[in-house]
Every structure is written in structure tokens, then in C-alpha cells.
């Protein structure tokens, strides 16, 4: 089961997510410029979808899906961007107001523009 706070992204992304009783989801969407940014969780799942879709088009631009997810949230700091993270940590995290750092996930930045980001464990040669 996913951890997220619903207060925190419904200040990011501007709006109240719209719960899915069938398919126990909520969706977030952001339209500027002709697109439009949809972020599906699916709780029980643990996993989130982010859809971009182009304002005519009936079918996403680009759609990427993470699985086995375990946190959700969004970053806080004065010296980077705040985006929107989802995803799950290399190791355990505890419950003590610190946000995991991801692995692996997915990163949405919703300001100046758009921009996904894929986070991928690093494999160096050492």
C-alpha cells in the first residue's frame, strides 16, 4: 500500500483529487499550454501512472507506468524545484517527517513547464 498525503499534492498540483470508486484510484489533472498531465495512484496497487495528452488527441503523447511503488510525495527545499515523486527507496524508511530518497520511480515537475523524469537504480563499475 501506498504512502501519500492527499493535503500535500491537492496543494501542488492545485486541485482535490477525483477518487475512483472501481478501480480505487485517484487522478490529478493539469492542463496549460494544450496539454494536459494526468497522474493516476492506484493505492491498493502501488502503482502511478503520469499521462501526458496533447488538447485533440484522444490517445496520450507519452504514458509511463511504476509499479511496486511505496511513497508518493511531493519534495520540499529552498534550493530545488518542488516536483511531484513517486516510487520506492533502496532501503527501509521510517516515519520521522523525512521524505524517503527514491531509487527508483518517477519525478514530475509541474513548473515552468512539464517535465517527467524516470529515476533508475545507478549500476557504476567499481
Not at 57 to 70: G, H, I, S
Not at 73 to 97: L, Q, S, Y
Request: glycine residues 6%.
Amino acid at each position: 500500500m501506498l504512502k501519500w498525503n492527499e493535503t500535500d499534492l491537492a496543494e501542488f498540483f492545485g486541485i482535490v483529487a477525483t477518487f475512483h470508486d472501481d478501480a480505487h484510484s485517484h487522478e490529478f489533472t493539469v492542463s496549460r499550454d494544450g496539454l494536459r498531465l494526468l497522474i493516476t495512484i492506484f493505492d491498493l496497487e502501488g502503482a502511478v501512472y503520469v499521462s501526458i495528452f496533447r488538447d485533440g488527441l484522444p490517445k496520450p503523447l507519452f504514458t509511463v507506468q511504476c509499479e511496486l511503488c511505496t511513497h508518493v510525495h511531493i519534495t520540499h527545499g529552498a534550493d530545488f524545484r518542488r516536483c511531484f515523486e513517486a516510487g520506492a527507496p533502496k532501503h527501509p524508511v521510517t516515519d520521522m517527517g523525512v521524505p524517503p530518497v527514491l531509487a527508483r520511480g518517477v519525478r514530475v515537475y509541474t513548473e515552468p513547464q512539464f517535465q517527467v523524469e524516470l529515476l533508475e537504480p545507478r549500476y557504476d563499475a567499481a
